[in-house]
T-cell receptor, first 112, second 118 residues
């Protein structure tokens, strides 16, 4: 059974600092890994999708890496802004069962 | 990207009543819809998978008679919480892959429904 873990569970940084969010998964047989952002009481916004054959994806200040063999992904957010405050979720689509399994999320607070 | 419209966004209902949540795919045919629930400060837990024209597949521990899922068309899937109780209060959200899962397409999510049972 796929299990996804995110560390840390919460993170508070001053504005301008770079953010590093970690995600690990137990079964490396995945189709892809996605990073999402969720604001309080809202749905999910897809940030980055990394295919199983890829090692990283970049979008603006966001960069996500994937090391499938070790079951890890890292989301980097450069030069954080207060507007980056949200919960960040990673999820993997497993080859077995085609299901999306979520990590517990990291709650980020960027202080002005 | 694909758009999934979910409504209502918020609903308050009395204990014992039923609530229907709809998810519509606006610009593509959604053959598969996943339904999740999220308790406060927790992650999303998959409840069931629905496929157009067939019965839904429920995850272990999810009562199929309580959470009725209908996927009668390629653009509409519904989740009905029957005889709702306060412990059913949660955030419910639907999701559909943008294409065949084997082709590594990203998942698209509805806006979510905050259900409060009083």
């Amino acid at each position: 059974k796929q299990e996804v873990t995110q560390i840390p569970a919460a993170l508070s940084v001053p504005e301008g600092e770079n953010l590093v969010l970690n995600c690990s998964f137990t079964d490396s047989a995945i189709y892809n890994l996605q990073w999402f952002r969720q604001d309080p009481g809202k749905g999910l916004t897809s940030l980055l999708l990394i295919q199983s054959s890829q090692r990283e994806q970049t979008s603006g200040r966001l960069n996500a890496s994937l090391d499938k063999s070790s079951g890890r992904s890292t989301l980097y957010i450069a030069a954080s802004q207060p507007g980056d405050s949200a919960t960040y979720l990673c999820a993997v689509t497993s080859a077995a069962g085609n299901k999306l399994t979520f990590g517990g999320g990291t709650r980020v607070l960027v202080k002005p | 990207g694909a758009v999934v419209s979910q409504h209502p966004s918020r609903v308050i209902c009395k204990s014992g009543t039923s609530v229907k949540i709809e998810c519509r795919s606006l610009d593509f045919q959604a053959t598969t819809m996943f339904w999740y629930r999220q308790f406060p400060k927790q992650s999303l837990m998959l409840m069931a998978t629905s496929n157009e024209g067939s019965k839904a597949t429920y995850e272990q521990g999810v009562e199929k008679d309580k959470f009725l899922i209908n996927h009668a068309s390629l653009t509409l899937s519904t989740l009905t919480v029957t005889s709702a109780h306060p412990e059913d209060s949660s955030f419910y959200i639907c999701s559909t892959p943008g294409g065949p899962l084997s082709l590594n397409t990203e998942a698209f999510f509805g806006q979510g429904t905050r259900l409060t049972v009083v």
